[in-house]
C-alpha cells in the first residue's frame, strides 16, 4: 500500500533563517507531488506542484521554492524565513494516471520566530 | 476560475443529532471533481470522498451521505446521529479537468460534536 511521510512534524525557527521541509512517498511510482500551507484558521492553498523530476509549478509567488530531485521526493525549501511563512504545511500526492483523490501527509507545523 | 464555498464557518450540534455542511462550487469545465476531507485535531487530511460530474447519484457511506445537485452547483455532507469522534474541520474542494490533480478548497467548516 501506498504511505507517504513528511517531517519534521514541528518546526520553530528564527525570522532570516533557511527552511528545508521533506516529502517522501511509498508504494507507488511517478505520482503528482503537492505542497500546502494552511494559515491559522483558515483554508489550504496550494503552493507548489510536480508532475515529474524536475517539474515544478508554482502557483503563488512567495519567499518559498520546491523541488523534486527524485521521482517519490518533494521538499520545500527557503533561504530566509519570513514572520507571514509561519502555518501548517502539508505534502500530499496523487496518481498521475486519472483524476483520483490526494493524500495527504501528517503536516509540519512552522513556527517563525 | 474555480471557487468553492463553505459558508458555515463553525457548527456545534450534541451528539446523536444530524448535521448538514454545505459546499457550493463554482466551476466552467464540464468535467470536474468533488471532494470532502476531514481533519481532525491530529492535522492530517483524510480523504473521505470523490465525485465526478457525470454522476449525481447520492451515496451513503455508513453515517455518512453526500448529496450532489448540479443545478444548484452543491455538493452536501450529512452526517447522521453524529458522535464526539466525528468532531473536526471538514473541506469541501474541487478539480477541474486538467490531469495535474490540483485541489481548490473551501475555507472548511469546523465541527463540533458535545457529548
Known amino acids: 500500500s501506498q504511505t507517504i511521510h513528511q517531517w519534521p512534524a514541528t518546526l520553530v525557527q528564527p525570522v532570516g533563517s533557511p527552511l528545508s521541509l521533506e516529502c517522501t512517498v511509498e508504494g507507488t511510482s511517478n505520482p503528482n507531488l503537492y505542497w500546502y500551507r494552511q494559515a491559522a484558521g483558515r483554508g489550504l492553498q496550494l503552493l507548489f506542484y510536480?508532475?515529474?523530476?524536475?517539474?515544478i509549478s508554482s502557483e503563488v509567488p512567495q519567499n518559498l521554492s520546491a523541488s523534486r530531485p527524485q521521482d517519490r521526493q518533494f521538499i520545500l525549501s527557503s533561504k530566509k524565513l519570513l514572520l507571514s511563512d509561519s502555518g501548517f504545511y502539508l505534502c500530499?500526492?496523487?496518481?498521475?494516471?486519472?483524476?483520483?483523490?490526494?493524500?495527504f501527509g501528517q503536516g509540519t507545523r512552522l513556527t517563525v520566530v | 476560475a474555480q471557487k468553492v464555498t463553505q459558508a458555515q464557518t463553525e457548527i456545534s450540534v450534541v451528539e446523536k443529532e444530524d448535521v448538514t455542511l454545505d459546499c457550493v462550487y463554482e466551476?466552467?469545465?464540464?468535467?470536474?471533481?468533488l471532494f470532502w476531507y476531514k481533519q481532525p485535531p491530529s492535522g492530517e487530511l483524510v480523504f473521505l470522498i470523490r465525485r465526478n460530474s457525470f454522476d449525481e447519484q447520492n451515496e451513503i457511506s455508513g453515517r455518512y451521505s453526500w448529496n450532489f445537485q448540479k443545478s444548484t452547483s452543491s455538493f452536501n455532507f450529512t452526517i447522521t446521529a453524529s458522535q464526539v469522534v466525528d468532531s473536526a474541520v471538514y473541506f469541501c474542494a474541487l478539480h477541474g479537468s486538467s490531469n495535474t490533480g490540483k485541489l481548490i478548497f473551501g475555507q472548511g467548516t469546523t465541527l463540533q460534536v458535545k457529548p
Open positions: 500530499a500526492w496523487s496518481s498521475g494516471q486519472g483524476h483520483t483523490e490526494a493524500f
Open positions: 466551476t466552467r469545465d464540464t468535467t470536474y471533481y
Open positions: 510536480s508532475v515529474g523530476i524536475g517539474q
